[in-house]
């Protein structure tokens, strides 16, 4: 294996998506587009991944930080103009370069791999990874000359109407020799329809100068979309998701209606778990077995352990732990720290606050800035009081006490171990362990008032 580098083309503005966002960082399936393809060119063993960068350079950067190098195209000019960005970084270095595009979303490392090690044992100077599209509209036509070699490559815009018949279309990847890439790219004009610089010229250029062009054709067209517009972009969506739920499936994953789950790429899931229809699990969620999530269900960076359950509920950035019920109708927002067998039952919602085993909040609460130890049973309605306007306070509660319902505990404030709050009380000073507090006004009975009242 000789040196390998890598050039992202992610300059471009994305004008058919019609989007103030440019067009690279579009997600799909919660992963901006560009991020995919750098995650799958991490593991081929580059010696750099350069990727060029110009609408948008900042948030692009921002999204990819330090893993790979940035250069930028200051001015729009083509695929051609954007890889000679990168001359800088790979002038005169021996190996090979692989180009692609920041819009191919559903390239994989096994494809990207292949083509690669096409390309080293044919020992060719250029190699395109080109597919054979039902519908060839929009892409470069491969051109191939009668003993099948390749000749050209010729965008839809400049293609005669034969050309336009061809259905192996240029899929935007390619390896290159780098040092005849630099060379060549010296001699792309820019006298055709679009008057930009063409990467896939530099093929014409070697094929002239008889370098070995050689093409690799994958059977997976759908891996090689390349996403133009938003039409293409859902598209990418459900090619990506059918990819995802397949391999859990494969992994002993159920899923029970695969047309309507979302599941992120870096989403890690344990055999045994079921997922229910509407669910959609995102960023780094990790699930453990026999856990069921769903039916509709949003859960978005979070560890959810063994044997719990989520109906119909959100959660974000929290660690919940083993056979814990949640929802339905529960909202967990970020920095929730739920122990094992705990109830987070209906409409109750949960932030930055830890509940420790075994504990119940079963309806109706607000649960935030708060600590609550293990075996603890929250009341209906109860709410911490934790912000006065101006600053957070916090709330705890220890082991074994009993919340009764629609309690205000007015934060800070601390409920002591086996400590009883009574129903409707507001408590505002700290409850001693074993204590039963009752805040609320005293019931006074008038007999017969309401008669006369009436
Ligand atoms: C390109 C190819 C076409 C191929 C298709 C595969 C060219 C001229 N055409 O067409 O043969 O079939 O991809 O999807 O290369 N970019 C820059 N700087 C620029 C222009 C583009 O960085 O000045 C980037 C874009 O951000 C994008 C990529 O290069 O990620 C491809 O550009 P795009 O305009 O989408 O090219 P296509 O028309 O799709
Ligand atoms: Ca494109």
Do not use: W
């Not at 390239?107 to 292949?114: G, I, M, P, V």
Request: glycine share 8%; hydrophobic share 35%; with cysteine.
């Amino acid at each position: 294996m000789s040196n390998r580098y890598a050039i992202v083309l992610a300059a471009g503005k994305g004008t058919r998506m019609k989007s103030k966002l440019y067009k690279v960082l579009h997600p799909v399936l919660g992963k901006p587009m560009v991020q995919h393809v750098v995650d799958q060119l991490q593991p081929l063993g580059l010696e750099e991944i350069i990727t060029v960068v110009g609408f948008g350079a900042e948030q692009v950067q921002e999204q990819l930080g330090d893993t790979v190098r940035f250069v930028v195209q200051e001015e729009q000019l083509g695929t051609g103009h954007a890889v000679q960005q990168a001359e800088t970084h790979l002038n005169g270095k021996q190996g090979t370069t692989i180009v692609v595009c920041g819009d191919t979303p559903l390239l994989t490392k096994e494809t990207l791999q292949a083509v690669l090690e096409h390309h080293e044992q044919e020992e060719a100077a250029v190699t395109i990874l080109t597919a054979q599209a039902n519908d060839p509209t929009g892409y470069g036509r491969i051109v191939r000359d009668n003993q099948g070699q390749v000749s050209k490559i010729v965008e839809q815009k400049d293609a005669t109407a034969e050309e336009l018949a061809v259905q192996e279309i240029n899929t935007g990847t390619y390896c290159f020799d780098n040092v005849l890439l630099f060379d060549a790219l010296k001699q792309v004009s820019n006298d055709n329809a679009q008057g930009e610089y063409y990467l896939p010229d530099v093929i014409e250029i070697a094929q002239q100068q008889a370098q070995k062009v050689s093409a690799f054709q994958t059977a997976r067209f759908s891996e090689t979309i390349g996403v133009n517009d938003r039409v293409a972009l859902s598209q990418a969506e459900s090619l990506m998701k059918q990819r995802i739920n397949e391999y859990h499936m494969r992994n002993g994953v159920t899923i029970i209606d695969p047309a309507h789950t979302y599941i992120g790429a870096d989403v890690v899931i344990a055999p045994d778990v079921v997922i229910e229809p509407g669910t959609v699990l995102k960023g780094s969620t990790v699930i453990e077995s026999n856990a069921v999530i769903g039916p509709h269900s949003e859960i978005n960076n979070c560890h959810i352990g063994e044997g719990t359950v989520v109906r119909h509920s959100v959660a974000n950035a929290s660690h919940i732990g083993k056979r814990v019920q949640i929802g339905p109708f529960a909202h967990i927002r970020p920095e929730a720290n739920i122990g094992d067998g705990v109830k987070i039952g209906n409409f109750v919602e949960i932030k930055k606050a830890k509940v420790d085993n075994n504990s119940k909040v079963s309806h109706l609460s607000y649960i935030g800035d708060a600590e609550i130890g293990s075996d603890v049973n929250v009341g209906c309605g109860t709410i911490t009081v934790n912000y006065d306007g101006k600053n957070k306070f916090q709330t705890i509660i220890e082991d074994e006490a009993f919340i009764g319902c629609n309690a205000n505990l007015i934060a800070p404030v601390r409920i002591g171990k086996g400590a009883l709050v009574a129903a409707g009380s507001t408590i505002h000073e700290d409850v001693p362990s074993d204590a039963l507090s009752i805040g609320r006004a005293k019931q006074v009975n008038k007999e017969d008032y309401a008669k006369k009242y009436k």
